[in-house]
């Protein structure tokens, strides 16, 4: 099938000889808010470098100064057990804060996290928020979480503020007194359907991890309706995390006529789903979410899939702009220091991120750094998000949403690489 480069002044152009492809992961649907919590928590993550030099190891050596000051409490919330889960993301947060502490810190202070580990179910990410609270962190970070909905009450009357590169949860997503730096889960989608109809598809079979009531919801009530308005047919059918059949979803997707798959799910989804989808001829498009492992364990079998990013993984290194080739090198080179390189491929882009991200916003904080000036701060903040595009969240697209406005669409071409088909992010804001 031929394969569609997207640009944001030219017309669609093809080129022979690639399969079609996936698109977004949310932590779930990947990554829609990712889509929920990756659709949910996005419905959407990440791969290996280019070969180019990477930079000092995080020692201080180039030029960093590691930092003693009073540390900065800093909690990281993440779906890290279960069946559906992400421990990646944390142990690339760790990765990212002992890289900020040996570089200057936060206007001289360390970062300290306080990390916490949930199934993803709404009483234990509760736990968590009350850790946090009993320990007076500054500001509650999340990773990809499940439970997000359950942290806004107890964190909002404890006065602790919210923050994520990625949005998490229904209720989370839209609360004012939140931050994350996606673009909101309906803009999301509108950028989404865009690429799907460009790459041909008009029936396509959405493939989703059964990540509870919540998540049900977000895709009856936000996906289905916001593809019907693009004017997609869209169909889903959700599989039990811990026993997925791709087999069974898959053939019932060719029963029904459809001429897309959507795979939304964990990355170990993504990679079974693709594989299965190979191996019984699916030869239509496919989306996966913001998943990239699979990139490298299916190999030619992954060409041709498309993915949705908010931040761009470091196999598009080569197509990347240039600023995010230098933050993409910078992060392939400290998860290879904290020997984390066999999770440099996955959705640990976003802990990341996250930390990188959160440094810059308190940088802008003169004097004391509270949970109250960490709040204004990230409600103001206009600036760069580490791997993703600037956003400006004192101006956001939608009133009480999140602040980000672009997403990236790519494609996996030959060698576990993907391809930016615009050359950049795109503004989805816009037509």
């Known amino acids: 099938m031929p394969r569609t480069r997207l640009h944001p002044k030219n017309p669609p152009a093809t080129r022979a000889g690639h399969h079609s492809g996936a698109l977004m992961r949310t932590t779930t649907i990947t990554r829609g808010s990712r889509l929920t919590a990756i659709a949910i928590a996005g419905l959407l993550a990440l791969t290996g470098c280019g070969d180019k030099e990477t930079p000092a190891a995080a020692s201080g050596s180039d030029g960093g100064k590691p930092v003693t000051g009073t540390p900065i409490l800093v909690g990281f919330i993440n779906t890290g057990e279960g069946s559906l889960s992400f421990p990646e993301v944390a142990d690339a947060a760790n990765a990212a804060s002992s890289y900020v502490n040996t570089h200057d810190g936060v206007n001289g202070r360390p970062i300290k996290l306080i990390t916490c580990s949930t199934t993803g179910a709404p009483e234990s990410a509760g736990k968590c928020a009350n850790d946090l609270i009993d320990k007076k962190a500054a500001v509650a970070v999340l990773g990809v979480?499940?439970?997000a909905d359950a942290l806004v009450k107890p964190l909002k009357e404890a006065g602790i503020p919210i923050f994520g590169v990625s949005s998490s949860g229904t209720v989370l997503a839209k609360d004012p007194y939140v931050t994350f730096t996606t673009p909101p889960a309906s803009l999301t989608w509108n950028g989404f359907w865009k690429v799907m109809k460009e790459?041909?598809?008009r029936r396509p079979i959405m493939i989703g991890a059964d990540g509870g009531p919540t998540y049900k919801e977000t895709v009856v009530n936000t996906v289905i309706p916001s593809a019907k308005a693009a004017g997609?047919?869209?169909?889903?059918?959700?599989?039990?995390?811990?026993?997925?059949?791709?087999a069974a979803a898959i053939t019932a997707a060719k029963q029904k006529?459809?001429?897309?798959?959507?795979?939304?799910?964990?990355?170990?989804d993504c990679t079974n789903g693709v594989k299965t989808a190979r191996?019984?001829?699916?030869?239509?498009?496919?989306?996966?979410?913001?998943c990239t492992e699979f990139i490298k364990t299916l190999g030619s079998q992954a060409e041709g899939v498309y993915t949705q990013q908010y931040l761009l993984p470091a196999n598009s290194r080569a197509t990347a702009p240039k600023a995010k080739q230098a933050q993409i090198d910078l992060y392939v080179q400290q998860m290879t220091s904290a020997g984390a390189q066999?999770?440099?491929d996955s959705f640990a882009t976003y802990g990341f991120a996250d930390i990188m991200t959160l440094t810059e916003v308190l940088k802008t904080i003169k004097g004391d750094i509270t949970a109250a000036t960490a709040r204004s701060a990230l409600a103001s903040y206009k600036g760069d998000v580490?791997?993703?595009?600037?956003?400006?969240?004192?101006?956001r697209p939608l009133p009480k949403d999140s602040c980000g406005s672009s997403i990236a669409s790519l494609q996996v071409v030959s060698d576990g690489k993907q391809e930016v088909l615009t050359g950049d992010f795109i503004d989805i804001t816009k037509d």
Request: proline share 5%; net charge negative.
């Open 279 to 290: 191996q019984l001829g699916w030869d239509k498009a496919i989306f996966a979410g913001s």
């Open 199 to 201: 790459a041909g598809a």
């Open 386 to 395: 580490f791997l993703g595009a600037p956003v400006d969240c004192s101006a």
């Open 257 to 268: 006529g459809a001429d897309a798959i959507y795979f939304a799910g964990a990355e170990s």
């Open 145 to 147: 979480e499940l439970g």
């Open 232 to 246: 997609l047919d869209l169909g889903y059918t959700l599989y039990n995390p811990a026993s997925p059949d791709f």
């Open 342 to 344: 066999d999770k440099i």
